[in-house]
């Protein structure tokens, strides 16, 4: 029997191939869970999957400089990042206009050409990203 963790990762995991980024919140009280929650406490049927704004914000980073799988050649970024609804993901960060990574900058989600979820640095009002507040990026 599956259990309701299973159920759960397998609904997010659905939503991402179909390239759509969704946040479960309770239907009874409109609370959003954190994706680490998978659920547990809750009946599956109680959970709905709203979409997602895309805005996050950088929570922590690191840069791998050894090559762990042949599609992510170093060097390249893992990320923390926190949703703009709550949650947080472990995702990468494509900055394709070289924009050093900083904790708290803002980013916003998209999908690579195979259908990866990844995040991008999103302009701030001034049309710049954040500036950098980590002198390792």
Do not use: K
Request: charged share 20%; aromatic share 8%.
């Amino acid at each position: 029997m599956p259990l309701a963790s299973d159920h759960f990762e397998q609904r997010f995991l659905d939503f991402i191939a179909q390239r759509e980024l969704r946040v479960p919140r309770l239907r009874g009280s409109g609370e959003i869970l954190g994706y680490a929650s998978h659920g547990y406490g809750a009946n599956p049927e109680d959970i709905e999957w709203i979409p997602a704004c895309g805005r996050a914000t950088l929570h922590a980073c690191a840069i791998y400089r050894q090559q762990y799988h042949p599609d992510f050649p170093p060097p390249y970024n893992v990320a923390h990042v926190e949703l703009a609804e709550g949650p947080r993901l472990v995702s990468r960060i494509v900055a394709d206009d070289g924009t050093p990574l900083a904790i708290g900058m803002p980013l916003r989600a998209r999908f690579d050409p195979a259908g990866r979820l990844e995040f991008v640095p999103a302009p701030t009002p001034g049309g710049m990203a954040a500036p950098s507040r980590n002198p390792r990026s």
